[in-house]
């Protein structure tokens, strides 16, 4: 629930959510991504739109996947 609430929150600065589950050591994991960026950069930007609009640190992740 408290992925669907984070991606709600990010969805009011950019439609491409989606919430991913991953399962290590009998624990599932839930993540917050956001798709369609055509570049690392872009990414970058939008890693920093994310930070400032929804008050965060620096500490979001930008990759490639």
Do not use: F
């Amino acid at each position: 629930a408290n992925a669907e609430q984070w991606a709600a929150k990010v969805q009011t600065i950019t439609p491409n959510v989606i919430v991913s589950a991953i399962k290590r050591d009998d624990k599932t994991y839930y993540r917050v991504r956001v798709t369609g960026l055509a570049t690392k950069s872009a990414a970058a930007e939008m890693a920093r739109k994310l930070e400032a609009g929804l008050g965060l640190d620096s500490s979001l992740w930008v990759g490639l996947e």
